[in-house]
């Protein structure tokens, strides 16, 4: 078990990236701390957050770090007193040659992490999952236990079948519905799918994520790109694209580039599938997190005899749950049933698992999570605007009216030296040229900042990070 911890000299007096690892938490966070004082990380006098605020980082309990301090206090590397909190001691470097040989030290971690595709982790909904989890389990029937339905769990396939009626605009019935183990699985059962039908080409957006690329690709599927333009992807093309079976989209907010697609573009994309039989494979990125009016409604609801729609709980809520759901055209129902049942897939989602999350939805604590995280995001966005405004005006930055990204523009020739900057500032963080298709020429520098990774300890360090790496 690994956890991680980062603060910013401007709230906590420190700027401080642990990991906590190995047999016990409060072991491993003792370790963790020498180790940061024995390098210098921590120098003598620096001040430690509260036990209270640290255990609500580490999600751990707060009796663990307050006995860890405490311990680390009677050794002599921390002091502690009333009025002035736990610091480190002014001599506590010389302790390593007394009991403690340094470790080899591990390849260390950035200390902020900016990259897109990942929620804030330190605010999953501990307390409300439990709740759902207890429920979940109490109420299970004893055939929950089994293998069951490859399809999912009924409970949880009513759950979202009515959840996505009601909040992204998708036409879902139960029986139409396949629970899967997150994105990725779902595409990879469409790959199979689609391969099986004959279908030889996938289109896909000019820049997205280059392993979506890969799933394809790994299952005998070619995946020609899609031009873009200032309006977001160009679907009047896919007519000209004359071997394809159907086109990847991320519609609602188009990954990473930031557009949502316009209502023509929709309609251009639902002719080309109702004319020539193929599909739309539409991936609702992070459509549930819209700042500036309600979401954009799934592409789904436009046709759903010609769109699979896919969702996850991975933005909402942790990839970690590893729980994403398909949203099938009658007609490929049993097709994907099959492709997941030949790969042992209605093993690779938990039923209590499923059963939690149809509790946790149906209760409504899943929407509260949403709309609080909404304007938790929509708060880090502005702060990202704002000190962009203050401190690197001519940086554009756009693609800003949802999700859990934005897309800094650079002047050219820029991107890999501030790339190179932020890894020498401790700061992960991934340039545009990063996401763009391997057919396509450069065309552009830019940066992709995910504002939704941080802690909320760790926002105002890595901001900073940011503001010093930008031209």
């Known amino acids: 078990m690994v956890k991680s911890w980062a603060t910013s000299p401007e709230t906590l007096g420190v700027d401080l990236h642990i990991d906590v690892g190995g047999a016990g938490l409060r072991s491993g966070l003792m370790d963790a701390l020498r180790e940061a004082v024995r390098t210098g990380r921590l120098a003598p006098g620096a001040r430690l957050p509260s036990s209270r605020t640290l255990a609500a980082d580490l999600g751990i309990a707060r009796n663990t770090v307050a006995d860890a301090y405490a311990e680390l206090v009677a050794e002599g590397w921390l002091t502690a ?84 009626a009601r909040a ?23 790959a199979s799918v689609l391969r099986a039908r004959r279908v030889r080409e996938v289109a896909v957006e000019s820049y997205g994520l280059d392993f979506h690329r890969k799933a394809l690709t790994d299952a005998g599927l070619r995946t020609p790109p899609l031009a873009l333009d200032e309006r977001g992807t160009l679907t009047e093309e896919l007519g000209e694209l004359k071997g394809a079976g159907a086109v990847l989209m991320t519609p609602a907010h188009q990954f990473p580039i930031g557009l949502p697609l316009p209502p023509d573009r929709r309609a251009a994309a639902v002719d080309w599938a109702r004319a020539t039989g ?57 097709e994907v049933e099959r492709a997941k049942s030949a790969t042992n897939g209605d093993w690779a989602c938990g039923a209590l698992d499923q059963l939690t999350l149809a509790r946790f939805i149906s209760s409504g604590a899943y929407d509260r999570h949403v709309r609080t995280m909404r304007l938790r995001y929509r708060r880090r966005r502005d702060q990202l605007v704002a000190a962009l405004a203050e401190r690197a005006p001519d940086v554009r930055v756009s693609g800003i009216a949802a999700g859990l990204h934005a897309l800094l523009e650079l002047p050219p020739g820029t991107e890999r030296s501030v790339v190179q900057g932020a890894a020498w500032q401790s700061l992960a963080l991934e340039g545009l040229s990063h996401f763009r298709h391997p057919q396509l020429p450069p065309d552009r520098d830019a940066l992709v900042v995910g504002y939704g990774t941080p802690p909320d300890s760790g926002w105002a360090g890595a901001l900073d990070a940011l503001m010093r790496v930008l031209p």
Request: glycine share 10%.
């Open 278 to 334: 193929g599909l739309i494979v539409e991936d609702d990125y992070d459509g549930e997190f819209r700042y500036d009016r309600q979401p954009v409604g799934a592409l789904q609801g436009l046709d759903p005899e010609h769109v699979v729609y896919l969702g996850t709980a991975s933005k909402a809520l942790a990839p970690g749950l590893r729980l994403g759901w398909m949203v099938l055209p009658a007609r490929l129902v049993e």
């Open 168 to 190: 992204r605009g998708v036409y879902a019935s139960p029986d139409r519905i396949v629970v899967c183990s997150g994105f990725l699985h779902g595409l990879m059962l469409m």
């Open 81 to 164: 007193r009333q009025g002035s909190g736990t610091r480190v001691a002014q001599r506590s470097r010389a302790r390593q040659d007394r009991g403690h040989a340094p470790r080899p030290t591990a390849r260390r971690k950035p200390a902020y992490n900016l990259m897109a595709g990942s929620p804030d982790l330190a605010s999953f909904p501990r307390a409300e999952w439990l709740k759902a989890a207890r429920h979940a389990l109490t109420e299970a029937p004893h055939e929950a236990f089994g293998i069951g339905d490859p399809r999912g769990r009924i409970e949880l396939r009513t759950a979202l079948a009515d959840y996505l």
